[in-house]
């Protein structure tokens, strides 16, 4: 194999993230994420607002208090869970 068939199976693979969750609580934010991965050849299969909110719905529970993002990334791992991640923080 050629190295830039190589290249571009290593690109390839980097893309079969199943499932990508952007957490930010700015929609605009949020549809730009969106745009540029799907630009990328990713592709979102939701966003949340809030950690809460996320774990909710991978839980399908409505009890879950809020948190850091760090605290979220625990949970996650917690369960085992294999897709990607985009966690974003801002200061205002």
């Not at 990328?40 to 607002?49: A, E, M």
Request: proline share 1%; charged share 20%; aromatic share 8%.
């Amino acid at each position: 194999m050629s190295s830039s068939a190589a290249m571009r199976k290593k690109l390839n693979d980097k893309k079969r993230i199943d499932n990508i969750w952007i957490l930010d609580d700015e929609s605009v934010m949020q549809k730009l994420l969106t745009h540029m991965l799907t630009e990328l050849g990713y592709f979102c299969s939701v966003s949340f607002t809030s950690a809460a909110t996320a774990l909710a719905t991978y839980h399908s529970l409505n009890d879950w208090p809020e948190m850091d993002g760090l605290e979220f990334m625990r949970h996650l791992a917690g369960q085992h869970y294999t897709g990607g991640l985009i966690l974003v923080s801002g200061e205002k």
